[in-house]
């Protein structure tokens, strides 16, 4: 087993060291508003039914795709890409190395990955969607990335994995190759807003976690709300509020001036308690099952 993966392993599962890949599914539901206050799902879909029983996560809409990353055999990982319409799916990456988080490049031309190479470092890569190559390298002085959201074509955020002194946020410049540091002892999602600021989770003291957005028009940080320590995976909707999964529901954190949480919604009984992430776009959500 690859000793880079024991990060991945810790920031996907919280787990030992010693842990497996989890065994997770990725379900699809459609989505509808009936009000403000009123999130109705419906319509599921088990994604990933022919792998059962291996490890299925981070789902990523591009175009009428969800991109995954999936396992195939002794903890190696390539990303597969599920067409919504044709019901058909497809390898994207196929190599002896690990990818993982794919996420849609601002020019919608490309799509990035983390690559665990063969020496172990944890790399960005930049790959075309029509896979006319093999891609190339982002940042490569960087080794250490964990995750990663794209803030327009130039600027990448980067989730950098840091055990000794605390995961950082740093914000890299592909043109000017640069980086400067956001944040450290941070939660591993991080999201574009509408407007193209970064938000993402702050673990204070005294078990306090705190939404912050990072304003990039004048390169500051503000604080937006306390969330409930645990709650680490979320996503924005297209008008700018938070969407959470928790055990008991669907809640959604309000962005504008009636700020605060809101529980909007309900989940399955049978997924109640073993959803860890949610992807969404304008009407639909990807939902992470862990089975282990």
């Known amino acids: 087993m690859k000793p880079a993966l024991f990060f991945f392993f810790w920031l996907f599962t919280i787990s030992t060291l010693t842990a497996q890949l989890p065994n997770t599914e990725v379900w699809l539901f459609s989505y509808r508003m009936e009000n403000a206050n009123d999130l109705t799902i419906y319509h599921p879909r088990l994604l990933t039914w022919e792998n059962r029983g291996g490890y299925n996560n981070q789902p990523h809409f591009i175009n009428n795709e969800v991109y995954i990353t999936r396992s195939f055999g002794n903890n190696q990982t390539d990303i597969v890409s599920y067409n919504l319409s044709k019901n058909t799916k497809s390898r994207v990456t196929n190599s002896s190395l690990s990818e993982y988080s794919p996420t849609l490049h601002p020019?919608?031309?490309?799509?990035?990955?983390?690559?665990v190479e063969e020496n172990n470092d944890q790399r960005l890569w930049l790959m075309p969607l029509d896979r006319s190559d093999q891609g190339e390298v982002v940042a490569p002085e960087i080794t250490n990335v964990g995750y990663h959201c794209w803030l327009n074509k130039n600027e990448v955020a980067l989730f950098l994995v840091d055990e000794s002194s605390?995961?950082?946020?740093?914000i890299y410049n592909t043109s000017s190759k640069t980086k400067k540091s956001i944040a450290t002892n941070v939660g591993r999602t991080m999201k574009r807003?509408?407007?193209?600021?970064?938000?993402?989770i702050r673990k204070g003291n005294y078990g306090k976690w705190f939404f912050k957005r990072y304003m990039m028009a004048n390169n500051r940080s503000a604080t937006m709300g306390e969330i409930p320590e645990g709650s680490e995976d979320f996503d924005v909707l297209p008008d700018g509020d938070i969407i959470q999964i928790r055990k008991d529901g669907i809640f959604v954190y309000r962005t504008g001036s009636d700020r605060g949480w809101k529980k909007i919604g309900t989940i399955p009984a049978f997924l109640r308690g073993k959803i860890t992430r949610v992807a969404t776009d304008d009407r639909r959500l990807a939902l992470v099952v862990n089975k282990s």
């Open 107 to 115: 020019d919608k031309k490309h799509f990035s990955v983390v690559r």
């Open 166 to 170: 605390g995961h950082e946020i740093v």
């Open 193 to 200: 807003m509408p407007n193209g600021d970064l938000l993402f």
